[in-house]
């Protein structure tokens, strides 16, 4: 083919020589052939397998079962991965399920399919109620595959062969970094859905060997034993970035934004997700409403309570710029997901802080409101409206902004509610707060926060520096199944240090545990200063207790903190 096309050429080019029409014209055609020529050099199919290497079959092997109860299940674990991971800028890879028995799980580029075989399947359900968790790391291994686009970097790598360069190209092309990668971020995808940290990885690989009848040693993979110390490292490093993505959330929950700011970005540098992007740009738009006076509760979606603070004149010269920065993470959200209604929704907050009234009541009403109808974003809809009172009041529309907070009201919309008191000049209702006293007595292990900050410890090899003024540190009691979180802060004249002491098993005084329901938290320790819905669920806080509850609506572990 190759002699052919240059015969083609050079005809062609004597052509061009000796007439009118354009050498562009010629040049784009070259340009043509060329790119004929690489993708002449591609296999007949590029893929990533979980267990056989890379294959290049020209079809999937096996019977689809895509009408199953166990395709059914899977599906729900991959799809529920698809929607947190929230990037829609190329259709996300079809999933099927297959009778094969020779890669588990596979990711075909020229196809855009995931494939999970039954028998792989079978390995998942045998963890019994932690099936669902082994199939989100399988799926999600699968899915960094397509997202970080490892198989177009391998056949980029593979069309420069025959080039004295090509050599180099490939020896660079790491097969086991692409793997180790799609473990790690695959893990953290996994539990920023919702399916927990799966620590059994070493157990699921060895399993899976079994199932297959796999030799300890494959073609371009290492050893079983070597795979096995691998999983074992990489959930090491994934329990940190999901501590750092913890110390975000908690430190969002308490009104520290500007700090928790630093904890997303940190994780932007490995992992990008629209939420993410979002919750950056929320985070700025909250530090500006809690540094400036506002008379309204704008329903930034992370829903948080925001509190209304005194302002400084050196914080109104950063403002609009803050909001700037802010529109554009939520640009950066839509980027990946132009139908991510919240995203929107948040753009529209921070346009009407920005006075721009016409474009905020645009994206308000027609974007945020259109797109959370069309995609199921109920209580953004709902905000939106409460949003598009703001701003009627701001035009002067005090009737119509009246209107939409009580139909929203009526719907139990917290933010309307407030704002309908604010509007009509009614006092707020604090009533119900447990005394900060009796939530001071609370202990995990034995240990009470203001004792450990006394003499504070850190375990030494899981320091992360965010940047050159914040730092992170984790540290496990011996013997002990609690974790403490330091986040340090040298942004000001002294370092602050702010602490959280997690507790997974066990109960508080008040008897509650994990798996309790939302109102039982609610029976025992009366109404939460603000209520803070995040990707994974939504947490309840209170004066020195913060209650994580789950996407199913438990608990799924509850925190002590102290404040510096």
């Known amino acids: 083919m190759k002699q052919s096309f240059c015969l083609i050429i050079n005809h062609l080019r004597r052509f061009f020589d000796n007439s009118l029409l354009s050498p562009c014209f010629f040049r784009a055609l070259l340009f043509i052939g060329v790119l004929m020529m690489s993708f002449s050099n591609l296999p007949a199919q590029q893929t990533l397998s979980l267990l056989g290497g890379e294959q290049n079959s020209n079809e999937l092997r096996g019977a689809s079962i895509n009408e199953s109860d166990k395709y059914k299940i899977a599906k729900r674990v991959y799809d529920r991965l698809v929607a947190t991971r ?34 792989a399947y079978d390995v998942c359900a045998a963890f019994g109620e932690r099936r669902d968790q082994a199939l989100a790391i ?258 002067g529309d005090s009737i119509t902004a009246r209107k939409r907070f009580e139909a929203e009201a009526a719907k139990k919309n917290g933010h309307a509610e407030a704002n309908l008191k604010k509007l009509l000049k009614l006092p707020d209702d604090e009533s119900g707060f447990p005394p900060l006293s009796s939530l001071r007595k609370e202990a995990i292990d034995s240990i009470s926060l203001a004792s450990f900050a006394q003499d504070p410890k850190f375990d030494k090899n899981k320091k992360v520096k965010l940047e050159a003024l914040f730092t992170f540190f984790q540290y496990t009691p011996p013997g002990k199944s609690s974790k403490i979180l330091i986040c340090r802060n040298d942004a000001g004249e002294e370092t602050a240090l702010t602490f959280f002491h997690m507790a997974k098993s066990g109960q508080t005084s008040k008897g509650v545990g994990i798996g309790a329901t939302k109102q039982s938290i609610l029976d025992a320790y009366k109404k939460p200063k603000k209520i803070v819905s995040t990707p994974r669920g939504e947490m309840l806080v209170y004066g020195s207790m913060i209650f994580v509850m789950d996407a199913e609506g438990k608990l799924e572990k509850w925190v002590n903190y102290l404040l510096p």
């Open 138 to 395: 399988i799926l999600g291994h699968e899915l960094i595959h397509f997202y970080e686009k490892h198989g177009w970097r391998r056949s980029f790598s593979n069309q420069y062969l025959q080039l004295a360069i090509g050599s180099k190209l490939s020896s660079n092309h790491d097969f086991v970094t692409y793997e180790t990668q799609a473990d790690y971020l695959g893990g953290f995808l996994a539990y920023s859905a919702g399916f927990g940290l799966f620590d059994q990885c070493p157990e699921l690989i060895a399993n899976m060997y079994k199932a297959y009848n796999l030799p300890d040693t494959l073609p371009k993979y290492p050893s079983l034993q070597d795979r096995r110390s691998m999983s074992t490292f990489t959930i090491q490093k994934l329990e940190l970035l999901v501590d750092v993505f913890d110390a975000a959330n908690l430190l969002t929950a308490i009104g520290r934004y500007g700090e928790a700011k630093f904890y997303y970005k940190h994780i932007l540098k490995d992992y990008q997700s629209r939420e993410i992007f979002n919750n950056v740009g929320v985070l700025t738009l909250l530090e500006v409403l809690d540094n400036t006076e506002q008379k309204w509760l704008f329903p930034v979606e992370l829903d948080l309570t925001i509190r209304a603070s005194r302002g400084n004149d050196g914080f109104a010269q950063r403002r609009d710029q803050m909001l700037l920065d802010a529109i554009r993470h939520f640009d950066a959200a839509l980027n990946m997901d132009p139908n991510y209604a919240p995203a929107y929704l948040n753009k529209a907050c921070a346009l009407t802080l920005l006075k721009e009234y016409n474009r905020a009541a645009y994206y308000a009403e027609i974007e945020a409101t259109e797109n959370a109808r069309k995609h199921g974003y109920a209580k953004t809809e709902s905000d939106a409206s409460v949003l598009l009172g703001i701003i009627a009041y701001a035009k």
């Open 86 to 119: 929230g990037d829609f800028r190329y259709p996300a890879p079809r999933f099927i399920m297959s009778r094969a028995t020779g890669d588990g799980a596979l990711m075909n580029y020229d196809s855009s399919e995931i494939m999970l075989e039954e028998r």
